[in-house]
Structures are given as structure tokens and as C-alpha cells.
């Protein structure tokens, strides 16, 4: 019988982010007893220097050290594969991926892949500023053959304020102004928006946004139960 494989998740960017990442990891695998769930090894490194200060250079703290520092503690822990719920982090996905001899998994990837599923055509981002200012949803996207919109300055800053100073704070986010950006985008011709950024998925997670949002932690949360070599539970929920 194959050795089941040990999942590494280099979580703490934020923290609640990469709790949520594994419960949605254990709740979309199908199993019957404890022993049929996937090994995991969790990293939260929470000190690690804002990804988004540092793209936008605000800030001349790299995070990559940090990055590559957990992720090489996964691999030296047991780890068979890296899970890294952060999207703007992927902005250094090539210098960590590297740092390892065991693969990574790319959010980017795979919340376009389950968009281009959906069968979207454009897609609109809601993320960090440091996510946008990375381009890597465009980069990656013109490979699926699908368009991506961003937000204006304006809806920006409204979507900045509510991962920075309500959903990283722990206060309510508030979801009218979110739901103003969200409709304005949808309705200039986005087919889906893109929660890509995992502060943002929990706004799926507690107010279930339906079905013309993809949430990039269920994205990459569903790509690690296959690679993990498990079965999918279509109805596991958070």
C-alpha cells in the first residue's frame, strides 16, 4: 500500500487565513474515520514582513527569507508537498517553490483553473494592492485564455480597508460596500470575481457569497485534497 502523503501548509500569512485553509482541507476530504484524513504539518509563522509593503516598496523588509525558512522546515519535518494559502505571496511562489525539493502547489493556478471550469471568459480580482501591483493573475490568466478587470483607485481602497482594517483586525467587515464593488463589476462584464485573497475567503466562509464568486482557498483547498492522492466530498462545507 502506497505511503499516504504528508501535507505541508505554510500558513500565517494571515493567520486565520491558513486555519481556515486546513478546515476547508479537512472538510472536503472524503472520509469515514480520523485515520482516512491527510496528514498535515502547519507553519504560522505570523512575524513573517508584510508581502504587499514590500511589493508596493513601503517597506524594504523582504519576506522571502521567512518564507523560504518555513517552508524548508515543512520539508525537513516530513512534509510531501507545500500548500502556501497567500496569494500575494505568490508574488515570491518561484524563490520559495524553489528553496525545496518537494513540490508546491500555486494558488493562482488553481483558482484559474477552477475558474476557466466555470466556464468564465473574464474575470474581475479582488485582492491587496500588492497582488494587483504583482500582476500575477493576469500573467497566469492569459494562459487559460481568460481576461481579468481589477477594481477602480476608488473600490481599491474599499477593498483594501476591508482585509487591513476589518478582517485582519477581527471586526465585521462591511459588506454593503463590498457588495457595491462587487455588483459594479459584475455588472461591466465580469463573469465571476475572484476572492484572491484569503482574508477574502472568509467572507464566503460566513456569508456565502453564491455561486458567481470563486473563493481561491476552495480553489487551492480542493487541487491538495487530489494531490494528497484523496477523494473530493462535493458537500464538505465550512
Known amino acids: 500500500m502506497e505511503k ?10 494571515g493567520p486565520m487565513a491558513g486555519v ?31 508581502r504587499t509593503a514590500f511589493i508596493l516598496g513601503k517597506s524594504t523588509v523582504d519576506p522571502t527569507p521567512r518564507m523560504i525558512e518555513c517552508a524548508q522546515t515543512l520539508e525537513r519535518a516530513g512534509a510531501d508537498l507545500i500548500a502556501m494559502p497567500c496569494n500575494t505571496a505568490h508574488y515570491f511562489y518561484d524563490a520559495v517553490a524553489g528553496s525545496v525539493k518537494i513540490p508546491m502547489l500555486n494558488i493562482i493556478r488553481e483558482t484559474l483553473k477552477l475558474a476557466k471550469d466555470k466556464g468564465a471568459s473574464k474575470i474581475g480580482i479582488l485582492a491587496t ?20 478587470a481589477a477594481p477602480t483607485p476608488e473600490e481599491q481602497a ?11 483586525r477581527g471586526k465585521r467587515p462591511d459588506m454593503r460596500a463590498f457588495y ?4 459594479r463589476m459584475l455588472d461591466d462584464g465580469c463573469d465571476l470575481l ?3 485573497c484569503t482574508e477574502l475567503s472568509l467572507l464566503e466562509r460566513d456569508y456565502h457569497l453564491g ?28
Open 129 to 148: 494592492e500588492g497582488t494587483l501591483a504583482a500582476g500575477t493573475y493576469p500573467l497566469a490568466a492569459a494562459e487559460f485564455g481568460i481576461a481579468c
Open 211 to 238: 455561486g458567481r464568486f470563486v473563493d481561491s482557498i476552495d480553489a487551492l483547498a480542493r487541487a491538495t485534497v487530489l494531490a494528497c492522492g484523496r477523494t473530493l466530498c462535493e458537500d464538505g462545507g465550512v
Open 4 to 13: 499516504a502523503k504528508t501535507l505541508g501548509i505554510l500558513g500565517g500569512l
Open 180 to 183: 457595491r464593488v462587487a455588483n
Open 158 to 168: 474599499v477593498i483594501t480597508s476591508i482585509i487591513y482594517n476589518e478582517i485582519k
Open 194 to 196: 475572484v476572492l484572491g
Open 20 to 50: 481556515y485553509f486546513y478546515e476547508k482541507v479537512t472538510a472536503l476530504t472524503k472520509a469515514e474515520c480520523d485515520q482516512e484524513h491527510i496528514n498535515v504539518l502547519l507553519t504560522g509563522f505570523a512575524d513573517t514582513p508584510d
